[in-house]
């Protein structure tokens, strides 16, 4: 089996002349991603075990759709199990975006890099997500909400793979239910209209609950599709 790099620092793992699976491992986080674009069910099992031998000490997650059968029944032989639940939300039509109106005594403030992960770190405990913010040239200036003197809340955004992304909006616990969360997804929204988006896509966690997906749904997000995260700690 060999193995190619491509554009985006997947690693392609080639089974005959198919590019049959793309993994990806960030050790330092221990972590392993992969994905199934061009397999098909006779190679499953031989792509899993050389995609696990590569991944030894990682934790592993691999992204499916709901309806991708197959692939869920072969991870689940691999010892794979069931994570978390991702919903895919798309809004179009940003023309249409409403003008953001601050909640009184916030104001726009560019987070310096600390208070951002502070922030990131307080709100997402146990999720290890790196923040790609700081390197990555895909993503745009951070946007905050300053109130109390302090950053109350934050939304990050990205242009990747020819998307336009939210890619993380956090709010303080203490600055909740006031209308923060509301005001970064429209600054949001302006902000990626004006990189040039005219659709802009997300993902969040179900299983945080489904304040963020009513959120979203507020400010125009459709929900497009499901997606099951499949784990296993190899
Ligand atoms: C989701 C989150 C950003 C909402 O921030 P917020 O400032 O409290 O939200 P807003 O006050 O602007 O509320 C806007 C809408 O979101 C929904 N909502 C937010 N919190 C809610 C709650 N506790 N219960 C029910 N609905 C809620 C409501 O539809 C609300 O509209 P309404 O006030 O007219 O009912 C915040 O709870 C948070 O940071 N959660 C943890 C991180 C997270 O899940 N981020 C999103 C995924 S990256």
Known sequence: MASAISDDGMVYLLLGERAAVCLYADTPHRYGFLDFPYAVPEDADALLKAVLSALIGLRVECPLPSERVWEAEALLRHGFQVGRTQRRMVRDDLNAVAASILPAGTKRIDPS?????????????????????????????????????????????????GLFWLS???????????????????LTLAQLRGAGASQVHLYVNDDHGQHAPRLYEGAGFKTHRLTLRYVKEN
């Open 168 to 186: 993380e909006l956090a709010v303080h616990p203490d600055f909740r239910r006031q209308g923060l969360g509301r005001a970064l997804t429209r």
């Open 113 to 161: 890099p600390d208070e951002l992960e502070a922030l990131h770190n307080l709100v997402f405990t146990g999720h290890s997500k790196p923040a790609g913010w700081r390197t990555d040239p895909d993503h745009l200036p951070p946007l905050g909400l300053n109130l109390g003197g302090q950053l109350a809340g934050y939304a990050l955004s990205a242009h990747h793979g």
